[in-house]
């Protein structure tokens, strides 16, 4: 179980980038599905062949910031195993980034082997706790909670997207950060982000049809990105999992990959659509959402 529960943790923690454009840019939301396929099989416990679908929605509220993405995955391995594994994952972050909420739910064959939800709340100081819910196993039992430190500094998925691309439209090339999601049970991690030079608006090639991709929101500047994460938990000097992709200041990648141990995973996008901005009342000195 442990080698089918990584490689959909691991795509979704992918899926923590697509999130929202750089500081100064307006937000918007967006519904996405990328094609998932094994790029570079494993020699060992990994899987040797690996197809699937990821679906991630992002939609702006008055409030702040709701995203859901399913990931489904068949699975081979090299004993000859075959799996199906599906992950469904939603959060809700406040727009002063201060407040946090996500479910997890992980099937194995369509029968459920994990489940979780819980809430995160990030002080003024920059610290915070994150709080995990896990069901009983017994139909009348209570749930367990266990309590995470969230260290000082920090981020929640969407501010630290809206901290990594203000930093690449500033020129920076390193931005280092710790960074929790709820996608996983392993708490905050620790990334390590190498921004390569800007890139003038270009519209990516696809072999998606036209009107399945909405091509407008890739007129913008655009960043080759390197995202290092390390689980907080544990000492190590090479990274749990590395993410590459392209990533545009409208919010948007084309496609990534994301390498874990002796194995990579690519995802290329087949359908980006933009939804409608909500309309919330505006605040003094605050404009109006798109």
């Not at 706790?129 to 500094?153: C, N, Q």
């Amino acid at each position: 179980m442990a080698r089918l529960g990584r490689v959909s943790r691991w795509v979704l923690g992918g899926a923590v980038g697509l999130t929202a454009p750089a500081a100064g840019a307006a937000l918007f939301s967006y519904d996405s599905s990328y094609d998932v396929q094994l790029a570079r099989g494993s020699l060992s416990t990994g899987p040797r062949a690996a197809s699937g679908v990821l679906d991630y929605r992002f939609v702006e509220t008055c409030e702040g910031w709701q995203t859901r993405s399913r990931v489904i995955m068949d699975l081979t391995f090299r004993d000859g195993t075959m799996i199906t594994n599906t992950r469904d994952f939603e959060s809700f972050e406040s727009r002063d980034g201060r407040d946090y909420s996500f479910t997890v739910r992980t099937t194995k064959g369509g029968v459920p082997v994990e489940a979780f939800r819980g809430t995160a709340k990030i002080s003024a100081r920059g610290s915070g706790l994150a709080v995990y819910e896990i069901p009983s196993p017994e139909p009348d039992g209570k749930p367990r909670k266990v309590t995470v430190t969230l260290p000082k500094g920090t981020l929640l998925p969407v501010q630290h997207t809206l901290a990594l691309l203000e930093r690449a439209a500033k020129g920076e090339r390193l931005f280092r950060s710790v960074i929790f999601n709820g996608a996983s049970s392993v708490g905050p991690r620790a990334m390590s982000s190498v921004i390569g030079p800007q890139l003038a608006a270009a519209r990516p090639s696809s072999d998606a049809p036209a009107a399945d991709v909405d091509g407008a929101l890739f007129d913008a500047p655009a960043w080759d990105i390197n995202l290092a994460y390390y689980n907080l938990i544990e000492r190590r000097d090479t990274p749990n999992f590395e993410v590459f992709q392209r990533y545009y200041a409208s919010g948007v990648a084309p496609s990534f990959e994301q390498q874990f141990g002796d194995f990579t995973i690519r995802a290329d996008l087949d359908r980006l659509r933009r939804l409608p901005a909500p309309t919330c009342p505006v605040s003094p000195g605050k404009p109006k959402s798109r």
